[in-house]
Structure formats: C-alpha cells, structure tokens
Nanobody, 116 residues
Framework: QVQLVESGGGLVQPGGSLRLSCAAS????????MGWYRQAPGKQRELVAS??SSGDFVKGRFTISRDFAKNTVYLRMDSLKPEDTAVYYC???????????????WGQGTQVTVSS
C-alpha cells in the first residue's frame, strides 16, 4: 500500500504564514511529481504548486520544496488571504514495485482557514 499523509493546516490570520507537509510512504519504487491542490467550498479543485526533479510550478505567493530522501513535499504559504481558505490536498505521481505505469495518489486533505 502507498499513502500520502498531510499535516500543517489550521487557522491563521490574514497576512500570516503556514507550512504544509506531505509524506509519502509504503511500497514506493519511484516518485515523479509531487504537488498541492486546493478546493474551496463551491469551487473546483485547482492546482497550487507542483515539483519534479526538473523544476517546479507555483501559483501565486507560495513556495514548494521537496525532500527527495524523505519522499516529502512542503508548501510554504506566506501573506495568506481569506481567499486562500480551502482544503489543501497533496498529490503524487508514483510507481510501486512491479508497476509498469505511473499512478496518481491523493492525500486525505488538510483544512486551511484564513480569518481574523
């Protein structure tokens, strides 16, 4: 089994910062991309940031980083605004041992609320 476990969400005031973490564990052979999506109430899930060994994509004021040795991805969020309030989901493209194709996995989500 393979799983993604997120941590670091919570309540923060506007202008504040949070760092989300997501650790992949289990029968992992290789990880290609790791990233973060978010979904606000009534809205579609959207890509926030992603990172591979070749580079990264980031939308807005956030910073994504990855510890390849720990199979962990981080999302640093600064200058948070109320519109950043959403459930943030970790996403990874991985192969288990004996997999012939890349498979997509999702974490359970972590709530980020930006409010005074």
């Amino acid at each position: 089994q393979v799983q993604l476990v997120e941590s670091g969400g919570g309540l923060v005031q506007p202008g504040g910062s949070l760092r989300l973490s997501c650790a992949a564990s289990g029968n992992i052979f290789s990880i290609n991309a790791m990233g973060w999506y978010r979904q606000a109430p009534g809205k579609q899930r959207e890509l926030v940031a992603s990172i591979t060994s070749s580079g990264d994509f980031v939308k807005g004021r956030f910073t994504i980083s990855r510890d390849f040795a720990k199979n962990t991805v981080y999302l640093r969020m600064d200058s948070l605004k109320p519109e950043d309030t959403a459930v943030y989901y970790c996403n990874a493209e991985m192969k288990r041992y004996y997999d012939s194709t890349w498979e997509e996995y999702w974490g359970q989500g972590t709530q980020v609320t930006v409010s005074s």
